[in-house]
């Protein structure tokens, strides 16, 4: 069992209210905003915006956070470009590889869940081998991709918000390294983790937007492990003619219930390797 990757909170969190002061949400004087609200994209100067709130949280974040403080990114961390990456030639065998993907590169399959400010898809990530052809990375994984809802661009304080809390994102899943808590695999080419910068964003939807996640696939949850699978195969072990004619040492009985306890165990021990650095996980 894996922990998703969202939401995480830690004691010193970016406070987007108080880096956000009243005039930072004044209209450009040039920047037709209510045409582009209307239309329902964002105009120039929230685009601009956002990626200035999404630099000032990196850099707020990394600064104040205890836990960049007492891990060693370099060693937890291997940052590629597509063309290292589809040479193979990781230099360490333990660090979190994350590749920087261009948005041409992604291709975004069905939906599969979304959040207060994203959207999560089936996503393949197709890299060039020059003129010899294509390579896809990892083929013996599945992922996904995260970027914002096309709904929230339009709306100014969404939108900062959002690319904000995408970016804290990125700094801890790349940094984490656990066996039971989910992987990023890559971020949107020009997004340079670990160096605070303004990414370059658009007021386009979905991944062409400029910012976006590749995140290994959760394929099932606990909640659907409770209700859908445990649940019902409890009650047919359970059931009388069950135990008497197939079941009747409880040998099955007995192997779901340790199949429970192994899942808790492993959700704790990746809570205990969070709660060691000051990180709640918001969403269990």
């Known amino acids: 069992m894996m922990i998703a990757p969202m939401p995480l909170a830690e004691s010193h969190t970016f406070d987007f209210d108080s880096a956000t002061s009243p005039t930072s949400f004044t209209s450009a004087e040039n920047c037709d905003c209510n045409r582009y609200r209307e239309n329902g994209r964002a105009c120039p100067c929230s685009v601009a915006f956002a990626a200035k709130t999404g630099k000032r949280a990196v850099e707020r974040v990394l600064h104040k956070s205890v836990f960049f403080q007492d891990t060693h990114v370099a060693e937890n961390v291997e940052l590629q470009t597509e063309a290292e990456a589809v040479s193979g030639d990781w230099k360490s065998a333990v660090a979190n590889h994350v590749i920087e993907v261009e948005a041409r590169h992604v291709e975004v399959g069905d939906f599969l869940g979304k959040g207060g400010f994203c959207l999560v898809h089936n996503a393949d990530i197709v890299l060039q081998e020059g003129q010899e052809g294509q390579s896809r990375i990892r083929e013996e994984h599945d992922y996904c991709v995260k970027f914002l809802k096309p709904t929230i661009l339009p709306e100014r304080r969404k939108f900062a918000r959002g690319i904000a809390d995408l970016a804290i994102e990125a700094h801890f899943l790349a940094t984490l390294n656990h066996p039971h808590i989910l992987k990023i695999r890559g971020v949107t080419a020009g997004v340079k983790l670990f160096e605070p910068s303004c990414p370059h964003l658009t007021n ?21 492990k409770i209700e859908r699978t445990w649940r019902i195969t409890s009650d047919k072990y359970n059931s009388f003619i069950y135990r008497t004619t197939h079941d009747l040492r409880g040998v099955k009985r007995l192997e779901l219930k340790r199949q429970r306890l192994d899942v808790a165990l492993q959700l704790a021990k990746a809570m205990q390797y969070l709660h060691e650095y000051d990180i709640c996980y918001r969403d269990l």
């Open 204 to 224: 386009q939807p979905g991944i062409d937007g400029g910012f976006f996640l590749i995140l290994d696939k959760l394929h099932s949850t606990l909640d659907k």
